[in-house]
């Protein structure tokens, strides 16, 4: 069903490791007999055990729904409150030394490049996977110091 929804396989691995998750805490039970409370409880001990963050939960609420779609979607119809505020954290933000400091753990020119590259242009992994040579504009390089045109 999600191959066939165009799901990318980053996505279904991991809904499928959350409904592996899910399975696994009740290990005596036929998948196709969990009820809307066995989720529930599942949640529930999710939230008590790691101390899981609302968006966690919204997503583990999500997975299972759409990994059981035909079977248990079709009972569950329990939500997550939709009215609860929602967690705002600030970010980590590294120093300027700690960056320094991560980029010369790296010993390889090569490694440290890519890990520049990651870091000053906040590329996810998968970003970076599709990277092409081509999508370098290297005449618009220039030192962060020199002086740019105006057009």
Not at 27 to 43: F, N
Not at 70 to 97: C, D, F, I, Y
Request: aromatic share 10%; glycine share 2%; proline share 4%.
């Amino acid at each position: 069903m999600m191959l066939a929804s165009n799901y990318s396989p980053s996505s279904i691995k991991v809904y499928v490791s959350e409904v592996r998750y899910l399975l696994s805490y009740y290990p005596q039970k036929d998948p196709l007999t969990l009820e809307q409370d066995d989720v529930i409880c599942y949640i529930r001990w999710l939230q008590l055990q790691y101390r899981c963050s609302w968006a966690k939960i919204h997503l583990c609420f999500a997975d299972v729904n759409s990994c059981f779609a035909g079977s248990l979607v079709n009972r569950l119809t329990w939500e997550v409150s939709s009215s609860r505020a929602k967690e705002h954290k600030l970010p980590v933000v590294m120093t300027q030394q700690e960056v320094q400091t991560l980029f010369d753990q790296v010993h390889g020119l090569k490694q440290r490049m890519i890990l520049k590259l990651i870091y000053s242009a906040g590329l996810r992994l998968s970003e970076l996977k599709k990277l092409r040579i081509e999508d370098i504009d290297s005449k618009k390089h220039a030192h962060p110091h020199s002086p740019r045109k105006r057009q």
